[in-house]
T-cell receptor
């Protein structure tokens, strides 16, 4: 089946530091991959996406590249701000294989300290 | 503006009562989903519907029921059979079929059993 694995534990870092959140997936074929962000007390918002191998999604300074060879979609940002503090979820969708469900990782809490 | 609306934002329920959470979308999406979010557990799929008058159980359907009588609406009922209903509930919608597109989320309903 389809599944997503995110690195364990919260991420705490200082303002202007470099952020990486790891995401790996298991799926048949070529799923679409997504990063969502959730601010406190709110729903999820799409941050970026990639629909085929080697695609790079980018938005608000965040980037992630769809790596088929390593089945990964790691999220990066070169210089974080306090306003980036949120929970980040990696997800995939694979409708070409009869499964239209979104599969989510467990999420990573990111705390940016001034 | 197109979007997905959940109501109410906060809901309190006495033990033994059924409650219904509302989810409405005007995005003309075929597929709709209900997720439950608990701290440290990410998002878990309760039910999903790929088309009107059809829905499937997700990973944690016990104690919940849904209906999909209209394309725009996908209400979730939390029944008294659900042993631990206190959680944050998120509704989402997406295009159906083989479209590898993202899901859009509502702002969530926080249910508390008192």
């Amino acid at each position: 089946g389809n599944s997503v694995t995110q690195m364990e534990g919260p991420v705490t870092l200082s303002e202007e530091a470099f952020l990486t959140i790891n995401c790996t997936y298991t799926a048949t074929g070529y799923p679409s991959l997504f990063w969502y962000v959730q601010y406190p007390g709110e729903g999820l918002q799409l941050l970026l996406k990639a629909t085929k191998a080697d695609d790079k999604g980018s938005n608000k300074g965040f980037e992630a590249t769809y790596r088929k060879e390593t089945t990964s979609f790691h999220l990066e940002k070169g210089s974080v701000q306090v306003s980036d503090s949120a929970v980040y979820f990696c997800a995939l969708r694979n409708p070409s294989y009869g499964n239209n469900r979104l599969a989510f990782g467990k999420g990573n809490q990111v705390v940016v300290i001034p | 503006d197109g979007g997905i609306t959940q109501s109410p934002k906060y809901l309190f329920r006495k033990e033994g009562q059924n409650v219904t959470l509302s989810c409405e979308q005007n995005l003309n999406h075929d597929a709709m989903y209900w997720y439950r979010q608990d701290p440290g557990q990410g998002l878990r799929l309760i039910y999903y519907s790929q088309i009107v008058n059809d829905f499937q159980k997700g990973d944690i359907a016990e104690g919940y029921s849904v209906s999909r009588e209209k394309k725009e609406s996908f209400p979730l009922t939390v029944t008294s059979a659900q042993k631990n209903p206190t959680a944050f509930y998120l509704c989402a919608s997406s295009m159906g079929g083989r479209e590898n597109t993202e899901a859009f989320f509502g702002q969530g309903t926080r249910l508390t059993v008192v």
